[in-house]
């Protein structure tokens, strides 16, 4: 029972790290995460990177698992797209990489899909493998990136690159259904779809909307209250001379 359960642990270990690294390379660990892969399923990532002593290259392992989604071809498609466009997103980032060649097929035999991309961007190379295997509960993808440097020496560039040939997705060959290829990645989730816009809502009439008459502003009182006062004092003006008319024509008659 004691050797059953040593077993099960070391095939436990194997699962969790998903590829044989070399000898003497030290581990780190991201916490796994929720993020969408296979075309937009929710998925769950861990990501682990190995170094050996002294550094001068790397190596990033990436697992995704996933339940199937309904058009499973398509969503196979859409990592294998995904993985094929790191060296885009390099060059979007300032690398300007360039491809130095990539594969894709279905290995028949191990029931995979198998893709490769290698790329350089500066002194940085990159040379990447996935595979993606599915069972009727779930659905995984397994990739490695070797990034070194051109001053990385020779010997630490075969390891990583080797190492990349055992990329495992944890999924038994006994358990694993044939996969395939589709040719059109999944459509996005409509969360990930572009926002609705203006012409795209309902075209109903709006109701009615009833617009005050404005106010006259305060300067408009101003220069009415300014007219009437002019008019005003004309008048008053015109009363005046018309009494002091009447005035003298009275003395006048007066002296007669």
């Known amino acids: 029972m004691k050797a059953l359960a040593i077993v099960i642990a070391l095939a436990g270990v194997a699962r969790a790290d998903s590829i044989s690294v070399p000898h003497g390379w030290s581990k780190s660990e991201a916490p796994a995460s929720q993020v969408a892969h296979f075309g937009g399923a929710s998925s769950t990532v861990d990501v682990a990177r190995y170094a050996p002593a002294g550094s001068g290259a ?3 392992v ?17 990592e294998v797209d995904a993985f094929e466009g790191a060296a885009q997103r390099a060059s979007l980032a300032g690398s300007a990489a360039t491809v130095q060649g ?7 035999a191990h029931k995979l899909v198998v893709a490769t991309l290698a ?3 500066g002194d940085v190379a990159t040379s990447s493998r996935l595979v993606i295997a599915r069972s009727a509960t779930q659905l ?15 010997a630490l560039v075969a390891d990583c690159d080797r190492a990349l040939a055992t990329l495992d997705p944890g999924i ?5 259904l044939a996969p395939s290829l589709g040719t059109e990645p999944a459509p996005p989730p409509p969360s990930q779809q572009s926002q609705t ?9 709006l109701p009615p909307m009833a617009v005050p008459a404005a ?3 305060a300067h408009d009182r101003t220069s009415l209250f300014a007219g009437a006062g002019i008019v005003l004092i004309a008048g008053l003006f015109w009363l005046n001379a018309r009494r002091r008319a009447q005035l003298a024509n009275e003395e006048d008659q007066d002296d007669r």
């Open 197 to 205: 816009t203006m012409s795209e809502l309902d075209h109903a009439p």
């Open 62 to 78: 990436t697992r995704v698992s996933a339940l199937p989604p309904a058009d499973v071809p398509a969503a196979l498609r859409s």
């Open 140 to 154: 995984v993808a397994v990739s490695g990136d070797c990034i070194s440097r051109a001053e990385t020496g020779a």
């Open 102 to 108: 990539k594969t894709e097929q279905v290995d028949p």
């Open 58 to 60: 790397t190596l990033v």
């Open 172 to 176: 038994a060959l006994g358990d694993r």
């Open 119 to 121: 790329f350089t961007g």
């Open 215 to 217: 106010a006259p502003a």
